[in-house]
């Protein structure tokens, strides 16, 4: 069957790695969610400050409901911070605030990853949602143009994996310089954005991987069908 081919080996790694990374997010910010930044400010209050900062006045901020659903909408030009982190004043809050900020500053500058991501979200979408199909049904009918579909369709959706990486990265880098710059002041405070940062950034990693792992078992599997 095609969901228990010999190829399942190896999507084993990545999954543990992406069990692990997951972890280490929720640790991480739940660790430092006891951790009250020396600023006394909020998650809003530190994205408020960085955006006007950069002049970036037009850009609001608004709160949403969950846990870690924090995002930038460049379309919108609204920054969402999930409520614990809009009126948290702790070390997670201000992280994953500056974090989202960071966004916000790569779209004000045009920072070539982002727009590249943006311009193949559209076939990332096609490709996450018709791939599998179209590969399913091609191995099944033993179609090899099928399957070659399902190959290429996909292989857009780990393009997106990719680029998102030095998206991810860049965002915090920006977090951590602008924190260091008067908003998080004892070595604990740092060590802890840097931690709870980090193990987002492990998150992306683990889908990066398993996209591509992903991406071999079709290979190797239309090599089967051959």
């Known amino acids: 069957m095609f969901f228990y081919d010999s190829t399942i080996i190896l ?6 790695l992406a069990f692990y990374a997951q972890s280490k997010v929720k640790g991480n910010y739940k660790r430092f969610s006891k951790v009250a930044n020396s600023s006394g400010i909020t998650g809003a209050e530190v994205a408020r400050q ?14 949403v409901e969950g ?7 460049p379309r919108k030009k609204i920054v969402s911070l999930s409520k614990g982190i809009y009126y948290g004043k702790t070390v997670s809050s201000l992280s994953i605030a500056a974090h989202e900020v960071g966004h916000a500053i790569q779209h ?5 990853p982002l727009s590249v991501r943006a311009s193949i979200l559209p076939a990332a979408n096609i490709g996450t949602t018709a791939a599998f199909p179209l590969f399913i049904i091609g ?3 033993a179609s090899p143009l099928m399957m070659d579909l399902g190959i290429i369709f996909f ?8 680029v998102t990486l030095p998206v991810e990265l860049n965002a915090s880098s920006r977090a951590i310089a602008e924190l260091r710059n008067g908003f998080v002041t004892t070595d604990q405070e740092v060590y802890g954005s840097k931690k709870v ?8 990693i683990a889908a990066t991987l398993m996209a591509l792992v992903q991406l071999l078992r079709l290979i190797v599997l239309r090599g089967s069908r051959s």
């Open 197 to 204: 940062l980090n193990a987002a950034a492990l998150t992306y």
């Open 11 to 16: 999507l084993i790694p990545v999954l543990l």
């Open 108 to 112: 004000a500058t045009n920072y070539a």
């Open 50 to 63: 960085i955006l006007d900062k950069h002049g970036l006045y037009d850009i609001k901020i608004v709160p």
């Open 155 to 162: 292989s857009a959706a780990l393009l997106f994996h990719v």
């Open 139 to 141: 191995f099944f009918l």
């Open 67 to 73: 846990e870690l659903t924090d995002h930038y909408d």
